[in-house]
């Protein structure tokens, strides 16, 4: 079984044993994880990422960075109950006080491995080799790599970014703790035999989180292909991107009028059972005596279903810890969820399908981001494959220095491409897919 006092550690990924708590200073290794996190640049790309909805546009919806601020919030509110919760049952690791910032760093890095043009930017670099002129470098790698191109995931290739030394970078990438590295892994297993595409490390990863798993005491279930069980603080990290990516697609699709006031008024009220928080609706009804603003309204009703979900994973955790700590507890949390919350949930899920991430301008977005992340690809690894082309040359010149290293196999040579183009913003990739085609020329002074 796994225990709190080994799963929480500050040592740090290049950074040799754990730090002393008397080497803090006036911040914790965990905040300073929060801290290298949010005045990075590739968190502030995050600003010009889709998360759902194209941008920018007239009004203001989220992006992946708004997103990630927000799931950032609802993990700190998730890990500071829990630590509450963890030393009133008398857990007595010390750093047990800092589970809200490690899970708010987390939620903060969740997304950052994430492409341009939201989920489909993830299926567009899977398309490239299963469908699109990709397919040619199959015999280029081993059958493990390649599984790594087929089944690309944004999950992975955070622990990637956050973790891997850049050409120039120094080493550990970010030199976060191995705890907060850990919190984000999704999938605890490689690309290899996964029965859905989804997994938390690339071949080039899988010795590091080999290392971050026997460090904190993660339990291994096999060794070939590489899997283990998650990090308990996963399941609260994941919660917080569950939590507000359905809730707040709801606000936003009101807002772009794709659902109208009536019909999202009434998926948050489904949320609360008319007798049990009789309560809640007769404040909820003093409230809109109020504010009349419907744009207001929705957020005071989704901020209310937030602080109820909340509540209800924290009791979910609390119920499966045993088995969380043991390894047999599989499931997201907000699945877990029980009555009217529950039942809430299962219809917003099929409608949000229907009316939210089929809206005509999602997949307008998609389209582009299929066009466009597919002929970068295609471009840059031919160059990376053949360098001494006068074609090439030119296109190399582009890539930024920290992906232009001594890569021997072609695998690596091919992940760099990935690396440059998963980094990019929306714009920016648009703006280089228009000035390798012609469309757009560059405008000099």
Known sequence: MMNWNQLISTRRLGKGPAVKEEDLYNRTQFQRDYDRIIFSSPFRRMQNKTQVFPLPGSIFVHNRLTHSLEVASVGRSLGNILSEKLIQSGEKSPLLYELGAVVSAGCLAHDMGNPPFGH????AISNYFREGNGKTLEMLVSPEEWSDFLYFDGNANALRLLGHQFEGRREGG????YTTLASIVKYPFESVGVSKPKFGFFQSEKNLYHDIARELGIIQLESNPMKFVRHPLVFLVEAADDICYQIMDLEDAHKLKILDYKTTKQLFLNFYDEQRDKHLFDKIEKTFKVVTDQNERIAYLRAGVINKLVHECIRVFEEQQAAILEGTFQSALITQVGG??????????????KKIYRDRSVVEIEMAGYRILGTLLDEFITAVLSPKAGLSRRLLSLMPLQYRGDHQT???KIQSVIDFVSGMTDLYALDLYRKIKGINLPVIG
């Not at 489909?120 to 299926?123: D, Y």
């Not at 009217?340 to 399908?353: F, R």
């Open 410 to 412: 072609s695998y690596e």
């Open 120 to 123: 489909a930017g993830e299926e």
């Open 174 to 177: 970010f030199a976060l703790t």
């Open 340 to 353: 009217s919350s529950k039942m809430a949930m299962e219809e917003i899920g099929p409608l949000s399908v």
